[in-house]
Structures are given as structure tokens and as C-alpha cells.
């Protein structure tokens, strides 16, 4: 099994696409290797080399690690093709890591130094075209892939998590996207909501992607910010990416959990989501559509919680410069004054077996949007630029629809609705959670667990084997909607790690409402 991968790679090989033997290096005395290209990786077989009889190469550089491939002329009429690759390389011990390989290779055939600059731009652009991801195909339409070369708006916060964004940015980054033939722009935010404002009022049509270096609440501000604009549904059509800059980074540790990566935290998680940017491959992300009774419409694309997790993540902050060390004593510190909050817990379940049958439904009944007391238009005549309907939500004032399931107990430790894998780097919360699984991971706590048995949950996320304790105080349910119903304003809520008013709030999941660089 490659290093730093939980699946097993394709085998290498199939047919030679081009073949030649050239200098293995740039300068003119390197020694010849004979070079074949697949469409999955270069083979390189060297005189006398290792593989000696056997038909295998010496080396086999995989395409699917390669970034970027560029030709230049050399000395004595000669030219070189280049090609960087971040392939894992494991340490003995701990996560293996994408690491830079970078390999040259020398074209002389003859003295006419335009014939081997040819050569080279063939070998280099045949690469680059090969190194292109292959779009999956299993799920329609969904996929795509970023142009070459590509324009990407950098939205950073030098406040995030440790406050090195700007930094690790600059070192890490950087230099593997202008490999990869990516141009950014980087725009510095100087205080809080300043990117939601930029992208919320700026023309971004030349942009070809939009990058956010920093938190999750950095990209909490842009999705909200390019969701209030008049042309949301083209906007939200650009593909985001997140690289890891904050001290929770939970989606940028679901994508590299979808990628199919080892767990890796820090610069590692950096190298694999800079480089998932670099493949270019992006996909559709589910987002959730909450409302609150004060008549707020926010979209959330990590999760919305309540209590002990939204207490830990709020009371933490102040210890943001520990980076994702913060979370482990916020835990601690909250488990020693352990709180119970009181209020009614409603959700639309998935799987309707798991719920009430649907009622009737009334067809004169009107449709609202979830905002307390609105009423939606019927379905086709929205006004151009109206946000999406909340079809599966009434307004807040009313009870739930009769087919909803309401949780008998109404005191809990925590309730937590997540809609990706990862609720920080090392907290695998919903094993199951996909970028447009169309569902909500919903978790509650009951009242009446002990601190002991909390604790036991929480080292058991970083696995992801909670729920494997059948803890009687920890329930699941993939829902499509939700409700919750403080009955006094106390405690924190929260939205993708923000802080959040406490009031009643509700929330549906709408599929594929973004789009976001993804690895798989
Ligand atoms: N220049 C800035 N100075 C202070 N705060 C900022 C600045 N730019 C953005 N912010 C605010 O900082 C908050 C947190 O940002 P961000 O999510 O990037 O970091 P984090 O909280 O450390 O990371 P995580 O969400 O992973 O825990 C956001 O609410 C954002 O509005």
C-alpha cells in the first residue's frame, strides 16, 4: 500500500504513450536513461539499474502525484523537460507526508537546439495533459476540473489559529501552486467580516477559484458573503478551497479524510490540501440553510451546535495561538463544570422508516421558507436572485410538520449537526458524512452522563469509534431537517465554529448548493 493513502493505488503501466532515452539530469555529462511514458506514470529504466533483467523500471514517477511539468532550452544547443511530484514518503515512525521530488531530464538527439526544445515541449505538455485528474464519473455531472493556466483569489486571515497563515502560506504554498501553473492574488483581511464584505461586493468573475487560507470562520464569512449577492447561483458555481490555517480546520481534515489520506495535522495537512488545490479537481458541497427566530438566513457548510461542543469551541478561543491543542484543554476545562441545557430537539429523519409516516400533506397549506412567518411564492416564480427555498421547514412559530420526530427528553449536554466528517483535525465526529451526501449527521447528548463516560466519547472521536461505546446518552440520526427549541437563552450556539445569539433555530440541508476543491 503507497505511504500516506488508506486505499491501495492503481497498478502503474499500460501502454507506452512516448519513449526516448535521454540525460538523466540537466548537465551535459549526466548519464542516459531510457524514459517510457504511460498514462499513468513515467517509467524510468537506467543502463545497468537496478531492474537489471527483469522488464520493471528503476523508478516509476506516478502521474497522479505530479503537479506541473515545464520545457526550457539548455547549454550546448541542448533542451531539458522538468516535472514536480509530491509523492508520500513515510517516516518510520508517524503519518507519511507528501513530500517534493523534482526530476530533469536532458534532450540532446542532435545540434539543432529548436528540434530538442520540441522534443522537451512534447515530453512536458504529454505530461501535463496526463497528469490532468481523471474526473469520476460514477456521480454524473458533479466533477470538474480547474483550468491551466488558472487565476486563484487568496482570502487570508493572519489571525488564524496560531497566526502563521500568512507565513505557512508563503513558505508551503506558494511555491507549489506556481508549479502547478496557479496565479494568486492574496488579500490580507485586516479585521473580522472584511472577506465577507470583499466578496460579497466585488466583481470575482476573474477569478477562476477562490482560496481561503485560515479557519473555518473565514469561510463561514465567504459562503455567507457570496450567498447575499444578487447573482449567488452563478457565484456559487466557482469552486472554493480550503487550506488549512486555523486551529480547528475541520473541513479541511474531511477533505483529506474523502481524499482517502492518513490523518495528518499541521504542514502535512497543509502539503495534501495545497496540493489537492494543485490536481484542480472539484466537485458539489451540501450546505445548510439555517434560521433563526430573529429572522437571520444564515448557510452553513461544517455544522451547527449547542452546548457542551459549541462551549468548548467559543471558551477556547482564547487559547487559539496553542493551535488545535486549544480544543483539548477547552474539553477539560468545560467537563469540570459540566452544564445540562433545556429545550425540545425535533428533526426530519433520512430514512423515513426511521421516523412518524409523513401526514397528509394539505395542498392548500402554504410553503414557507423557514424564516419566522415568511411565506414563500409557489415553486417557479421566486423572484430572480430569491435564495433557496427551505421546502422542508415551517415557520418557526408553528409546531413541526406531524411527520417529524420530536425527542421525548428535553435536557441535554450537547446537540451537534454536523454535515462533514471531521468536527476539528482530530475529531472524525461522522465517519460516514460525504461533501454531498444530501445529509445531516445529527448528535445529541442526554442529560444524565457522566463526565467520565464524556471523556470516553471524546478519545474515542479521534478515531471515530464513538459511537461503537453504545453509550446510552450519545444518539445518531442522518436527518434532512432539524428544530431546536431552547427554553431559556442560555448556553452558546454555533454556527461552523461562530458564535450564535441563543433562540430557536431550524435548518435544512440543500444539496450541491457549492462547489469545493476536493481530492476525490
Ligand atoms: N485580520 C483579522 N483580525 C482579527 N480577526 C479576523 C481577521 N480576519 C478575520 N477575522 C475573524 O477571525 C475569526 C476566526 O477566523 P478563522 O476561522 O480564520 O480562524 P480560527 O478561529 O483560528 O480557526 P478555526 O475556525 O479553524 O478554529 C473569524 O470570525 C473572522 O471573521
Redesign the pocket.
Known amino acids: 500500500m503507497a505511504a500516506g493513502r488508506r486505499a491501495p493505488p492503481e497498478p502503474g503501466g499500460g501502454p507506452v504513450l512516448l519513449q526516448g532515452i535521454f540525460g538523466a539530469g540537466p548537465t551535459p555529462g549526466a548519464a542516459a536513461c531510457s524514459l517510457a511514458l504511460t498514462a499513468r506514470e513515467l517509467q524510468v529504466r537506467r543502463p545497468g539499474g537496478s531492474s537489471g533483467g527483469s522488464t520493471g523500471p528503476d523508478a516509476a514517477l506516478r502521474l497522479a502525484d505530479c503537479v506541473g511539468s515545464a520545457a526550457f532550452p539548455a547549454a550546448a544547443a541542448a533542451a531539458c523537460f522538468s516535472l514536480v511530484c509530491y509523492p508520500f514518503r513515510g517516516p518510520r515512525w508517524g503519518s507519511p507526508a507528501r513530500q517534493r521530488l523534482e526530476r530533469t531530464f536532458r534532450v540532446c538527439l542532435g545540434p539543432d537546439a529548436e528540434g530538442n526544445l520540441r522534443i522537451a515541449q512534447a515530453w512536458s505538455r504529454r505530461i501535463r495533459e496526463l497528469s490532468v485528474p481523471a474526473v469520476p464519473t460514477q456521480d454524473g455531472d458533479s466533477y470538474g476540473v480547474l483550468p491551466r493556466p488558472c487565476r486563484a483569489l487568496v482570502l487570508l486571515?493572519?489571525?488564524?489559529?496560531?497566526g502563521r497563515?500568512l507565513e505557512d502560506f508563503q513558505a508551503v504554498v506558494q511555491p507549489m501552486l506556481a508549479e502547478a501553473d496557479i496565479a494568486t492574488t492574496v488579500f490580507?483581511?485586516?479585521?473580522?467580516?472584511?472577506?465577507?464584505e470583499k466578496v460579497r461586493d466585488e466583481d470575482l468573475s476573474q477569478w477562476d477559484t477562490l482560496v481561503?487560507m485560515?479557519?473555518?470562520?473565514?469561510?463561514?464569512?465567504v459562503v455567507n458573503g457570496l450567498m447575499e449577492r444578487p447573482d449567488w447561483a452563478d457565484i456559487m458555481k466557482k469552486p472554493l478551497c480550503i487550506l488549512?490555517?486555523?486551529?480547528?480546520?475541520?473541513l479541511?481534515a474531511s477533505i483529506n479524510h474523502y481524499a482517502g489520506n492518513d490523518h495528518v495535522a499541521k504542514k502535512k495537512l497543509l502539503t495534501n490540501c495545497a496540493f489537492i488545490l494543485c490536481k484542480g479537481l472539484h466537485t458539489q458541497m451540501d450546505l445548510v440553510s439555517l434560521s433563526t427566530a430573529s429572522g437571520k438566513r444564515l448557510f452553513s457548510f461544517l455544522g451547527f451546535g449547542w452546548g457542551f461542543i459549541s462551549d468548548v469551541?467559543i471558551d477556547s478561543?482564547k487559547y487559539?495561538r496553542l493551535g488545535n491543542a486549544?480544543f483539548t484543554l477547552g474539553t477539560l476545562q468545560c467537563l469540570a463544570k459540566l452544564r445540562v441545557y433545556q429545550g425540545r430537539l425535533s428533526y426530519l429523519p433520512a430514512d423515513p422508516e426511521q421516523g412518524t409516516p409523513p401526514a397528509p400533506r394539505d395542498p392548500h397549506a402554504p410553503v414557507t421558507n423557514g424564516q419566522a412567518g415568511c411565506i414563500l411564492p409557489p415553486a417557479g416564480t421566486e423572484a430572480p436572485g430569491a435564495l433557496p427555498a427551505d421546502s422542508l421547514l415551517v415557520p418557526l412559530c408553528q409546531p413541526v410538520p406531524a411527520h417529524w420526530t420530536v425527542v421525548p427528553e428535553e435536557e441535554f449536554v450537547s446537540v451537534y449537526a454536523i454535515y462533514q466528517s471531521h468536527l476539528?483535525t482530530n475529531l472524525l465526529m461522522a465517519p460516514a458524512a460525504q461533501l454531498h451526501d444530501g445529509c445531516i449527521h445529527l448528535f445529541y447528548l442526554k442529560a444524565g452522563i457522566s463526565r467520565v463516560a464524556l471523556l470516553k466519547i471524546f478519545l474515542a472521536m479521534a478515531r471515530g469509534t464513538h459511537l461503537d461505546l453504545n453509550c446510552p446518552h450519545l444518539r445518531y440520526v442522518p436527518v434532512r431537517a432539524f428544530r431546536l427549541e431552547p427554553r431559556a437563552a442560555a448556553g452558546i450556539m454555533t454556527v461552523?465554529?461562530?458564535a450564535l445569539a441563543c433562540e430557536p433555530v431550524q435548518g435544512q440541508i440543500h444539496s450541491r448548493l457549492c462547489r469545493v476543491l476536493s481530492g476525490s
Do not use: C, I
Open positions: 486571515n493572519p489571525q488564524s489559529g496560531a497563515a490580507v483581511t485586516e479585521r473580522p467580516h472584511h472577506a465577507h481561503v485560515a479557519g473555518d470562520g473565514l469561510l463561514y464569512e488549512p490555517g486555523g486551529s480547528g480546520n475541520a479541511a469551541d478561543e487559539r486549544r476539528g461552523d465554529g461562530e
